[in-house]
């Protein structure tokens, strides 16, 4: 296993409908979960099945997830052989549906070419799970499968696992046949391959909307959910920052969260993510809401179905209110101000 | 060169099978990672770690000093236990035998001065100002030295000066303190005359080969030239349960001197990558520090909490330290305790001290006896 599969993640996702979430960022960089971003659950599904080589093939604005993955350290894909590689677009003057994923890869065909393991898992970046592809493997060679794909309560996971000498087939035919990615050759029902579904009973979920991404969040509150995704023997990894754990004041009410490192937490939490170094102050009042890393919340807020990016400042006694159904969304480094900014 | 040989033998069973600069601290670090951060934060890139007694997990923390930015291709963090020689075995005997065991290391890189540091206390200090004030006032070798109260002063090695700091006298532990400096064990010499004095030292079969009792009265005596530095802020030795005990709870106050959010002088230390902590909807917590990777349900007020730690519902904690991957049962009392780390406390299970002021330690040793439900 370990020297026979090669993780390629294809990090080209864009939804229209998270761009509230990514206009300085990819999908794969979305913050997640108070201290990770998407791309480390397949990243670190990846390593803790063994995988030692994974390829990432990003298309846009890269920096944050660049910035995170860094040299691969914190998922021990820094090695002299084998090891993380990065693949931004090298085009970036085509528009940007023009080009898919083997498009994108036949850009990099050399990095294949030179690969030394036999199969090839490719995924997305936006899936929230904790999965051992190690049986999927297994599963593929007893089945005799050309192509494996994982699904998960009957949808596609958007996860293959192929052989690295028929990823680069199809890459190289890619003007004959048309097929543009993966889902392509296994949508059409003419291909000469054999395909075969794995099925994955455990929890997923795949982030392609807000609701998505507030639904994923608000699952994590559910113990029976975190505690399919935080295993001790599988831990999702991410960028570890060196912040100091949380400081609970005297008056801190905190029910039903999950809180990352680094916060200092004056007010009342209920039912919230909070990632590392954000601020709540005396008399807030956070609920049902997602608040990213170093956000400062100030005295006597009153939150209720918001998503806070990074670096946001909600001055004293600002109230902010979305639903359930249409959380208010404040971008990277806003500030709000004023009695009331509802939606 | 930081000395991290010590036993810490206070500290009872904390210190069973691990070094004491190895003792878990402050929720999230072990004491060395004070020194360790201090020196990546002065500018200090070239460390040596002398280790002996209980090595194993402080060798494997310390690793190759990635934690602390001091994996370097130059430089960086070696850990230097003591060795066999083709002539005799060498323990570290005392402070300076250690380092004198060691000078082929400093020769190695032939500095201008050489830092000696504990790895025993918990404080925040830029080492390049003391540096400066090494060479502002011309001095052989400089001690770091801080107010204590009077009262406690009879406890210190304690420096009396001139009004220029010049050190004038050493006194250990003295009846009736003519000062309330005292050593904190931080010393910056010349290099070449700490290579001096510690082959002179190694040569005198009397001497105990400690700085303190030993090289530094020798100097004096020599008439060298040795300036006491004041350090100004929260300096803390956290030799026994009860100092440990304190200087966690020092952490809840809002007026801590000993920042540990301050984002220009952080405290780097190996981060365990557990998952956020989850406070659940019956938990009530307050006044506390938590660290990731724990599970909240009970009620906890004025307590440090360390990676991996559950709380089970219904059960209260209050003036603790728990340290990590420890399980609280369902329904336990526990109060003015250190419960270290992996205990399993059962349901029901109280806990609190019997005497006013004292405070529990509990290992898998003391947990039965210590239990009063």
């Known amino acids: 296993m370990k020297k026979r599969l090669l993780g390629v993640i294809d990090a080209t996702t864009y939804s229209e409908n998270l761009k509230d979430l990514t206009p300085h960022r990819s999908v794969a960089a979305i913050p997640f979960g108070g201290r990770y971003r998407l791309i480390d659950f397949i990243l670190s599904n990846m390593v803790n099945s063994g ?6 093939f990003p298309k846009y604005e890269y920096r944050s997830l660049m910035d995170h993955l860094g040299s691969g350290k914190n998922w021990d894909l820094n090695r002299k052989r084998d090891g993380l590689f990065f693949f931004p677009s090298p085009r970036l003057d085509k528009p940007v549906f023009g080009i898919d994923s083997f498009e994108h890869f036949a850009a990099n065909i050399d990095f294949l070419n030179r690969s030394t393991q036999d199969y090839c898992l490719i995924a997305s970046a936006n899936t929230i799970f904790n999965m051992d592809f190690y049986p999927v493997l297994e599963w593929h060679m007893e089945q005799g499968c ?7 309560a009957g949808e596609s996971l958007n996860i293959f696992l192929v052989k690295t000498s028929l990823l680069l087939e199809l890459i190289h035919t890619r003007n004959e046949t048309g097929y543009l990615n993966m889902r392509d050759v296994v949508k059409d029902i003419n291909s000469p391959y054999r395909l075969c579904y794995y099925p994955y009973e455990g929890y997923a ?4 909307s807000i609701d998505h991404y507030y639904l994923a969040s608000m699952e994590l509150l559910n113990p029976m959910v975190w505690k399919q995704l935080f295993l001790k023997d599988r831990p999702i990894l991410t960028k570890v920052k060196d912040e100091p754990p949380t400081h609970y004041s005297k008056n801190a009410v905190v ?29 807030a009042i956070v609920k049902n809401s997602i608040i990213m890393q170093k956000t400062q919340i100030g005295e006597n807020c009153i939150l209720d179905h918001v998503i806070l990016d990074k670096d946001v400042k909600v001055e004293s006694g600002v109230s902010i209110a979305g639903t359930k159904e249409v959380p208010r969304i404040l971008q990277k480094g806003s500030i709000a101000k004023g009695e009331c900014v509802n939606t | 060169m930081l000395l991290a040989g010590g036993q810490g033998s206070r500290l ?4 069973k099978d691990l070094a004491k600069p190895a003792v878990p601290f402050g929720g999230k670090y072990r004491i060395i990672d004070f020194p360790l951060s201090n020196c990546t934060n002065s500018g200090i890139y070239t460390v040596g770690v002398l280790t002996q007694y209980q090595p194993l997990i402080l060798n494997s923390y310390i690793g190759i000093g990635s934690a602390w930015d001091l994996d370097r291709k130059d430089g960086g963090v070696t850990v230097l236990p003591p060795y066999t020689a083709s002539t005799e075995m060498k323990w570290y005997t005392g402070t300076a035998s250690a380092i004198y065991q060691n000078l082929n290391y400093l020769h190695q890189y032939n500095p201008d001065y050489v830092l000696i ?3 025993d206390h918990i404080y925040k200090m830029n080492y390049e100002l003391m540096l400066e004030h090494h060479i502002k006032k011309g001095a052989d070798v400089t001690i770091s030295v801080i107010p204590v109260p009077w009262e406690e002063a009879n406890r210190f090695g304690i420096l009396n000066t001139d009004e220029e700091l010049r050190v004038t006298e050493f006194d250990e532990k003295p009846k009736n303190p003519k000062s ?4 904190m064990g931080i010393y910056i010499f010349k290099w070449k005359m700490l290579e001096e004095y510690l082959e002179q030292d190694n040569l005198n079969s009397s001497s105990s080969h400690d700085f303190g009792k030993d090289i530094l009265p020798q100097m004096l005596k020599d008439r060298k030239n040795l300036f006491a530095y004041p350090f100004k802020g929260y300096w803390k030795d956290v030799g ?3 100092s440990l005990w304190e200087a966690n709870m020092d952490l809840l106050e809002d007026s801590n001197e000993l920042n540990l959010f301050d984002q220009n002088w952080r405290i780097y230390s190996v981060n365990p990558n557990q998952p956020p902590q989850f406070i659940s909807q019956e938990a009530k917590l307050t006044d506390s520090l938590v660290n990731e990777g724990c599970v909240i349900k009970g009620n906890v007020s004025r307590t440090v909490v360390f990676q991996g730690v559950t709380i089970e519902t219904d059960a209260v904690v209050k003036e603790s330290v728990i340290m990590p991957d420890a399980v609280i049962g369902k329904g336990c009392l526990i109060e003015k305790a250190i419960v270290s780390s992996g205990i399993n406390i059962p349901d029901g299970s109280v806990i609190r001290p019997k005497i006013d002021g004292e405070i529990l330690l509990v290992s898998e040793e003391t947990l039965e006896e210590m239990v009063t439900n």
């Open chain 1, 146 to 152: 050309d192509i494996t794909e994982v699904r998960n």
């Open chain 2, 180 to 183: 309330n400096l005292a050593s």
């Open chain 1, 205 to 208: 979920l795949t982030v392609d």
């Open chain 1, 51 to 56: 995988i030692q080589s994974v390829a990432i």
């Open chain 2, 12 to 15: 009872n069973s904390l210190t």
């Open chain 1, 255 to 283: 029910h039903n969260s999950m809180i990352a490192n680094g916060a200092i937490i004056e007010g009342t939490v209920e039912n919230s993510i909070i990632a590392r170094g954000v601020k709540i102050a005396k008399g």
């Open chain 2, 240 to 242: 026994t349960v009860q």
């Open chain 2, 117 to 119: 540091l504990s790895g």
